[in-house]
């Protein structure tokens, strides 16, 4: 079992940056074998933001190529996987969410709003 707690979001202008934080704890954290960042605007489906596996890989969506950086780190029996989101644009806005991937379950946290005025 795999708890998820995200922080960070907010408001920012258009060309503004921010960091997400994800705060994972449970067992056998250093099992993971994914974590990653989705998010879902009104409307729309949820989306893959950007992954990082347990060796490191990393993954983007097209639209956040070149802006965003995902980055984890890891302590004893805690995991912190972070979203630095920078040039943001409006079409960033949505609730963002943590995910984890252990022994082929998913674990998902509650989501925090990001907003860009423009």
């Keep these: 079992q795999v708890q ?42 949820r989306e ?10 990393r993954d983007y969506a097209d639209s956040v190529k070149g802006r965003f950086t995902i980055s984890t780190i890891s302590r004893d029996n805690a995991k912190n996987t972070y979203l630095q ?8 806005t949505a609730v963002y969410y943590c995910n984890a991937v252990q022994w082929g379950l998913q674990y998902w946290g509650q989501g925090t709003q990001v907003t860009v005025s423009s």
Excluded: F
Aim: hydrophobic fraction near 35%; proline fraction near 3%.
């Design 48 to 57: 893959l933001v950007a992954s990082i596996t347990r060796d490191g890989t």
């Design 85 to 92: 989101m920078n040039s943001l644009r409006p079409e960033d």
């Design 4 to 45: 998820l707690v995200e922080s960070g979001g907010g408001l920012v202008q258009a060309g503004g940056s921010l960091q997400l934080s994800c705060a994972a704890s449970g067992r056998s954290l250093s099992k993971t074998d994914q974590m990653a960042w989705y998010r879902q605007a009104p409307g729309n489906q």
